[in-house]
């Protein structure tokens, strides 16, 4: 008689304390890892000036110097033309440190926040597209340098890496860039 007491005593409780757990039902994604997205939260802006940089379609160019076949004579000045495009970028990429530095949320944020974070995401559309404008610049100062076949092979491969570049800048900034 005890043990029927004490086993109907455990069906009714042990659902219940189950339940009671949380154990049993779950809401969200199974497949989330939160731990990387808590991490994430608190960090502002995940573009670095090392990603803006592989952007650049000149760059790019120099480090396909053997699919392209470039000549030494066609390397060293599409070299000179990346030092100056990299020299004239010089103070966007500053404003890019800063803005990094406006858009890290603060600790506790509050509503006053919100107005400087969107100023200073306005700002870093403006910048990169400064630094896109003087990637653009030199490439086109560049592409007379290149003879027809290797204009054609240039830009086809420049086609793939605007796309690439276009994707990971939209992943780095949510989605939207």
Request: with cysteine; hydrophobic share 40%; charged share 35%.
């Amino acid at each position: 008689m005890v043990n029927r007491k004490l086993a109907v005593f455990a069906l009714v409780l042990l659902p219940s304390l189950m339940a009671a757990q949380g154990k049993g039902r779950m809401r969200g994604d199974k497949e989330a890892d939160w731990d990387k997205i808590t991490k994430e939260q608190g960090k502002g802006l995940q573009l670095s000036n090392k990603d803006v940089e592989s952007t650049n379609p000149l760059r790019f160019l120099i480090d396909k110097r053997g699919d392209l076949k470039l000549t030494d004579a066609q390397l060293t000045q599409l070299k000179d033309i990346d030092a100056k495009v990299k020299g004239k970028n010089e103070p966007p990429f500053k404003t890019l440190d800063s803005i990094r530095t406006e858009m890290k949320p603060a600790a506790r944020a509050s509503e006053e926040d919100l107005p400087r974070m969107l100023n200073a995401r306005a700002g870093l559309k403006a910048v990169l597209a400064e630094i896109k404008a003087n990637y653009e610049e030199a490439l086109n100062a560049a592409l007379p340098i290149l003879d027809d076949s290797q204009k054609k092979t240039a830009a086809d491969m420049l086609k793939c890496q605007n796309d690439e570049s276009e994707k990971m800048l939209r992943e780095k900034l949510g989605g939207r860039g």
